[in-house]
């Protein structure tokens, strides 16, 4: 069973940083280490967004929007992936979602979220 789960989101004042987290487990995450991942943003009314991504070796990409800001991390002993964002923007909020890249399918040969994480970035 596949199983996403992602943490530490919440709400912060421009100019602030937060620490997201997901850890990722079941049969597809076996080889954790050779999958590209990546951390998806979803604002209201909006559609879901790669925003940043990182290989199996390690090399991390950013969307434009978020370069100089955002790192993206990996522990593979772990299965975790982590996105540090520093100097939030309110343009920033959404509902953030990790995945691999592309996203996994489920059981049901569909793709695969999980519950994802809330950021709020007031102005």
């Known amino acids: 069973q596949v199983q996403l789960v992602e943490s530490g989101g919440g709400l912060v004042q421009a100019g602030g940083s937060l620490r997201l987290s997901c850890a990722a487990s079941g049969s597809i995450f076996s080889f954790f280490s050779h999958k590209m991942m990546g951390w998806y943003r979803q604002a209201p009314g909006k559609q879901r967004d790669l925003v940043a991504f990182i290989t199996s070796g390690g090399s991390a990409n950013y969307t434009d929007s978020v370069k100089g800001r955002f790192g993206i991390s990996r522990d593979n002993a772990k299965n975790t992936v982590y996105l540090q964002m520093n100097s939030l923007k309110p343009e920033d909020s959404g509902v953030y979602f990790c995945?691999?890249?592309?996203?996994?399918?489920?059981?049901?040969?569909?793709?695969?979220w999980g519950q994802g994480t809330q950021v709020t970035v007031s102005s």
């Open positions: 995945n691999g890249v592309p996203p996994v399918l489920g059981g049901d040969l569909k793709t695969f």
